[in-house]
């Protein structure tokens, strides 16, 4: 089969594998759509700034290079192994890619799994990934697509969990305003999230203007914070009291500051992107409004079944920011995701 395999840094291939088969508890998918995300970047880009799964095998899941990449993929069920009942031959679903975590250490008991230093990942530092035309899973690792769910809206349940989660991380209720900071994929996904969730006062903040047309495709409220007064669209949006919670999807430090100005006092601002370069703020804004700082990374196996649910509801729309590539363009594909050209993927594997 064919697949693409990292062997280092720069360096993707498109090569030949055997195929996998199922064991005990798993299942073999034929992968339909794998998406690229940030994170694919930095193992492209920054092999070196992780951890495992490099010179030297996964401590957890024994997974070094090559490696096929792709952790935001779909796929159709063509085998099952000895004793999975709750998954049949046909069924279509989205891959929760989490693989392993250690299970002792503080994150792991405070169940904050992906946060845990040993986490092993489909598609990054554990055997199997998306950009394959097969790979196996364990079963419980399927989440099964309803009817109204075709396979391409499902290789985008990963990362739009991502969003998901990170609406949650705010807090914010229903009826509450926001500003994301970003409109890449991760921010395309909170803005749906935010809606899907019952908050309509969004405002949607991104310097790129091929990025704010998408949003302003979709309806959302957008500016530019270079060459626009951010404060005034803020201040229009709530009657001048700030925002609720702003989602900082950018990994830029600039989105950082300016969205911890547009906090309300008490508001909360989520760190939800990577970062390439430290930055530097006043943190006595925070303690004169008592606003907050958290992080954001990954999702619950509950946000992803909402995330599907949503979908199944009708709250994601992918027109405008969703394109296909084949599976052959993965290198290019990268490049222009590094550029941030366009919003959103997809490699046709199927």
């Given at each position: ?161 991502v969003g998901w989660h990170a609406v949650a991380r705010s807090g914010v209720e229903p009826g509450g305003t926001a500003l994301v900071a970003g409109a890449g994929p991760i921010g395309i996904g909170t ?127 992918t027109t405008g920011w969703v394109r296909e590539l084949p599976l052959e363009d993965v290198v290019g594909a990268l490049h222009s995701l590094r550029a941030g050209l366009g919003g959103k993927t997809l490699?046709?594997?199927?």
């Amino acid at each position: 089969m064919k697949a693409a395999r990292f062997h280092g840094r720069e360096d993707l291939r498109i090569e030949e594998v055997p195929e996998p088969a199922p064991g005990p508890g798993q299942v073999k998918l034929r992968n339909a759509y794998a998406g690229i995300c940030g994170s694919d970047l930095h193992f492209y880009f920054y092999p070196e700034s992780l951890p495992f799964g490099l010179d030297e095998p996964h401590p957890l899941t024994g997974a070094t290079l090559p490696q096929v990449l792709g952790h935001e993929f779909s796929g159709t069920v063509v085998e099952v192994g000895e004793g999975v009942h709750d998954v049949k031959v046909g069924d279509r679903g989205a891959v929760y890619p989490l693989a392993v975590s250690c299970g002792t250490c503080a994150a792991c008991r405070k169940g904050l799994c992906f946060s845990c230093r040993l986490m092993g990942s489909l598609g990054s530092n554990a055997e199997g990934g998306g950009l394959a035309e097969f790979t196996v899973c364990d079963a419980s690792k399927l989440h099964v697509l309803p009817d109204g769910v075709d396979l391409r809206t499902g290789a985008l349940v990963e990362p739009m969990a991502v969003g998901w989660h990170a609406v949650a991380r705010s807090g914010v209720e229903p009826g509450g305003t926001a500003l994301v900071a970003g409109a890449g994929p991760i921010g395309i996904g909170t803005w749906f999230a935010l809606r899907a969730q019952g908050v309509d006062r969004v405002l949607v903040s991104e310097p790129s203007a091929d990025r704010r047309a998408i949003m302003a495709g979709l309806g959302a409220r957008v500016v530019d914070p270079v060459n626009e007064d951010l404060a005034a669209a803020v201040a229009e949006l709530t009657d001048g009291r700030g925002v609720d919670v702003v989602v900082e999807a950018a990994g830029a430090g600039a989105a950082v500051g300016s969205g911890l100005a547009a906090l309300v006092p008490g508001g909360r601002l989520v760190v939800a992107s990577l970062h390439e370069h430290p930055m530097e703020f006043q943190p006595t804004s925070l303690m004169m409004g008592e606003t907050e700082i958290v992080g954001a990374v990954g999702y619950r196996p509950e946000e992803f079944d909402a995330v599907i649910a949503a979908m199944a509801d009708g709250f994601y729309d992918t027109t405008g920011w969703v394109r296909e590539l084949p599976l052959e363009d993965v290198v290019g594909a990268l490049h222009s995701l590094r550029a941030g050209l366009g919003g959103k993927t997809l490699l046709k594997v199927a």
